[in-house]
């Protein structure tokens, strides 16, 4: 087992992105792994409830991730240190763009978002013994229309997969977008500003 230092947190989730960025800003981290999809039953079901809003969604989901994840921590005898659980979601008007099923859906998906304005929300939540709090990045993002052939080529590259809205404005997609107004970090994955304020309410400090 690894010894984790009093500075320290978990972050419940895999994605790289998250990772790199927490570290970029210095915090020490283990990641506590959540049950996803199939062939398992997921620890989080994702999917939006009717007639949900997306920063509704959001939140609730960076919750049940935060909640779900302190379970598994305190179930697995792991030392009892501050968890942190992020979800991002895309969001052209009320609809909510998750993450695609197949190719065809994420063709769908980026057909929607071609020169259209979209925003794209990352809740991330903090939980420890005292409780549960959240907090919301939402960010304006633009694309340029997208041909046919330009949707064609991206997903040939697979960067679509897993991604909500389908697209990685880290990757190749960052040439469709014409303009981003709030966290370039949000839109990523997790929200740099925000995430630092809420760690420093648990007493984690980034500059040790």
């Known amino acids: 087992m690894v010894t984790l230092r009093e500075n320290c947190i978990y972050l419940a989730s895999r994605s790289p992105r998250r990772q790199q960025l927490l570290s970029q800003i210095g915090v020490d981290f283990e990641v506590l792994s959540l049950r996803e999809a199939s062939p398992r039953v997921a620890d989080v079901d994702e999917k939006p409830l009717p007639d949900e809003l997306p920063l509704d969604y959001a939140r609730r989901i960076a919750r049940l991730k935060a909640e779900m994840g302190r379970l598994r921590l305190l179930e697995r005898g792991l030392r009892d240190l501050p968890l942190l659980a992020a ?111 809420l760690l420093e309410e648990y007493e984690i400090s980034l500059f040790t």
């Open 87 to 197: 979800d991002t979601a895309v969001a052209l008007g009320k609809r909510i763009l998750g993450k695609p099923v197949d190719c065809a859906h994420a063709k769908e998906m980026l057909e929607a978002l071609s020169g259209q304005t979209h925003h794209v929300l990352t809740a991330i939540a903090v939980a420890a013994q005292i409780g549960i709090q959240v907090r919301v990045s939402t960010t304006m993002v633009r694309f340029r229309h997208i041909s046919e052939r330009e949707i064609r080529a991206y997903l040939a590259h697979g960067e679509a997969q897993d991604k909500a809205g389908a697209y990685a404005i880290q990757g190749r997609a960052a040439v469709f977008v014409s303009a981003i107004s709030g966290s370039y970090s949000g839109v990523v994955g997790l929200p740099l500003y925000e995430t630092a304020q």
